[in-house]
């Protein structure tokens, strides 16, 4: 076990299974990432005048 600390938080992490001290949920659908460039032409649609 690896522990690390940040800001007075410590968590410990396993390197063999990647266990990291810290729940999380995965069970959920996984969302649509917008890339930069389709977020930039998103903006600049918006945004003519």
């Given at each position: 076990m690896t522990t690390f600390a940040l800001g007075g938080a410590e968590t410990s992490s396993c390197p063999e299974c990647g266990y990291?001290?810290?729940?999380?949920?995965?069970?959920?659908?996984?969302?649509?990432?917008?890339?930069?460039?389709?977020?930039?032409?998103?903006?600049e649609e918006a945004n003519q005048k």
């Open positions: 990291a001290g810290v729940e999380a949920d995965h069970s959920g659908e996984p969302q649509h990432v917008e890339s930069w460039e389709k977020a930039l032409e998103r903006f």
